[in-house]
């Protein structure tokens, strides 16, 4: 079903056409997003990123500093323990990111339960780990917005980039939520 739709939106998708977008694995689109964000709030084109381990090496950092001030605060949480004290830290208002990543997995996608098991139950094969990431890096990288693909779903459903058509489906906006007494509360 879900071939098929990419059919009839896209045209036929053939092997060589798969591509990836900027990023150290496939865990997300941090890095794309910093990236644009860079550019398009400060006009700064940023080549390479560093991301900054915190805590851990699944709690990442990357900022964007011009003349000793950060514009940009971004971070990487993968796995439940990340989560739960980023959660934390937004419950007590000390949260200064602009944008996070959040992944359930540990060490990210490539670490996830819907990839090929380890030999001894419970524990990461750290060469084929290393090897999916290695397979994953030689995919070629196309911008999302280079791509033909999406350019022509713009173009033909969304009735153009900037269009009311596009700003209703694609955008949204975020506010408070007031809590009721029925609500289920997680004491995080």
């Keep these: 079903l879900f071939s098929s739709a990419l059919f009839l939106r896209f045209g036929e998708i053939k092997e ?3 591509v990836r977008h900027d990023g150290k694995t496939s865990d997300g689109y941090l890095e794309h997003i910093f990236k644009h964000a860079a550019k398009e709030l400060f006009g700064i084109d940023v080549k390479e990123i560093t991301y900054k381990a915190l805590k851990n090496k699944d709690f990442q950092e990357v900022t964007l500093e011009k003349d000793g001030e950060t514009l940009l605060r971004f971070a990487a949480a993968y796995g439940f323990r990340n989560i739960q004290n980023m959660v934390l830290k937004m419950k007590k208002g000390k949260f200064s990111y602009h944008f996070v990543e959040v992944l ?5 996608c490539l670490n996830g ?3 090929a098991p380890a030999e001894e139950a419970g524990k990461p094969d ?8 290695e397979v994953y890096a030689a995919i ?3 911008l999302p917005e280079a791509n033909v693909h999406v350019q022509k779903m713009y173009q033909d459903w969304l009735e153009g980039m900037d269009s009311t058509k596009a700003q209703q489906t694609l955008h949204t906006t975020y506010g408070a939520v007031n809590q009721t007494a029925n609500n289920l509360d997680i004491k995080w």
């Design 16 to 18: 060589g056409d798969v």
């Design 104 to 108: 359930a997995c540990p060490g990210g």
């Design 113 to 115: 339960k819907g990839q």
């Design 126 to 133: 750290k060469a084929l780990l290393n090897r999916m990431a």
């Design 140 to 142: 070629p990288v196309r």
